[in-house]
């Protein structure tokens, strides 16, 4: 960040009185800007023994699978904006049963949430950032095709708990990959 939002000044580097962290300070305003996590709704749809992925036609990862998930929005809360991306990437209407998975990646900034789903009815098709939506049952995951790790660890453990008959609340942090 080099200007103030504010006002257009230059702001500098600096750690604002009381506080430990280097934030964005503007002297000309008194504006410091603090920059915060972003965070990531999704869910897990399902219909029947099945859930639905959605090939991505964006970058990053354009072409992979991932759960219906994006940037929460302004004034709504994190079910309404896991049931808006489902909306958008795969025009399928859900309703949320429960928060399922909390994932922190620090390194790139990001909280994500997923939220297990029922499909309202078994109407889905590609929305502006997908190429294709389709239903998987366990076997036809494409595992070596998942966009986010995100993705595999929630997928992973839906159908590791959806066994056992017990879904269980997760919080973890996500380490950078290794290539």
Known sequence: MKYCSECG????LGIPVGDERER???????????HNPKVIAGCI??????????RRAIEPRLGLWTLPAGFMETGENLPQAAQRE????ANVEVEIEALYNLFSL?????VYVFFRASMIEERFFPGYES??????????IPWDE????TVRRSLAYFFAD??????????????????
Request: hydrophobic share 35%; aromatic share 8%.
């Open 146 to 149: 998942l966009a986010f790790e």
């Open 86 to 89: 489902a909306r958008e990437e």
């Open 45 to 54: 749809p399902v219909w029947g023994e099945r859930v639905l992925l959605c």
């Open 162 to 179: 959806r066994s056992k008959g017990e879904f269980i609340l997760r919080m973890e942090d996500v380490p950078p990959l290794r290539r």
């Open 9 to 12: 000044s230059q702001v500098r």
């Open 24 to 34: 964005h300070i503007c002297d000309a305003c008194g504006v410091i800007h603090y």
């Open 106 to 110: 620090p390194h790139i900034s990001q």
């Open 131 to 140: 190429l294709e939506t389709r239903l998987f049952s366990e076997e036809e």
